[in-house]
Structure formats: structure tokens, C-alpha cells
Nanobody, 126 residues
């Protein structure tokens, strides 16, 4: 079974940093995409950043470009989201998910991701 475990959230002051981790297991596909999504209270879930497993191409939402970095450690089957210069509007529950059709990485659309981990909460205080 595909399993994803996200962790690393917490409370941080504006301007601070956090690194989220997503440990993936249970699948051996060569071409897939892993994404980070977030959902703030009262808002729709949005794609934050996605990465292709085949060539490590990345997508970033405009709101996080230049501040967040997604990376992948294939040996550890783990994807990271380094979040710098955090803002109060980054406050949300963050989820990682897998799309087993890796060629769709650039869309980073949550509706295409079939496997989800539990969320990890990020709170940025002003």
C-alpha cells in the first residue's frame, strides 16, 4: 500500500523557517510526482510545490516562489519542503501526496493526486 507520512510542522514567527518532510513507501513506480499542498481554514486546498521523480522538475505556486524549495532524496524515499521567510498567510495544514502519473508534475493539481499523507500543521505568528 502507498503510504505517506508528513512531519515537521510547528509554530514559527514571521520571517522564520521550517522544513517539512514527507516519507513515502509502498510503491515502486519509476515515474511519479510528489507534491505539497496546503489548506488554510475556510480556504480551498492549493498546490504549493510539486516535483517530478524522473528529472526533478519542480513547480511552485507564485505565492511561495523564492521562499520555498522542494527537494527529493531518492535513497531515503523522502521529499522535503524547505520554507523560508515564512509569512502569517502561510499558516495552514500542509499535506504531501503522490500522483502516479509523473508527467503531470507541472500542473500540481490536488485532484490528480490519489494518495495522501496526514497533514502537518504550520502556524506562522506575526
Amino acid at each position: 500500500d502507498v503510504q505517506l507520512q508528513a512531519f515537521g510542522g510547528g509554530l514559527v514567527q514571521a520571517g522564520g523557517s521550517l522544513r517539512l518532510s514527507c516519507a513515502a513507501s509502498g510503491f515502486t513506480f519509476d515515474d511519479y510526482a510528489i507534491g505539497w499542498f496546503r489548506q488554510a481554514p475556510g480556504k480551498e486546498r492549493e498546490g504549493v510545490s510539486c516535483i517530478s521523480s524522473s528529472d526533478f522538475s519542480t513547480y511552485y505556486a507564485d505565492s511561495v516562489k523564492g521562499r520555498f524549495t522542494i527537494s527529493s532524496d531518492s535513497a531515503k524515499n523522502t521529499v522535503y519542503l524547505q520554507m523560508n521567510t515564512l509569512k502569517p498567510e502561510d499558516t495552514a495544514v500542509y499535506y504531501c501526496a503522490v500522483d502516479l502519473v509523473g508527467s503531470r508534475w507541472y500542473r500540481c493539481g490536488s485532484y490528480e493526486y490519489g494518495y495522501w499523507g496526514q497533514g502537518t500543521e504550520v502556524t506562522v505568528s506575526s
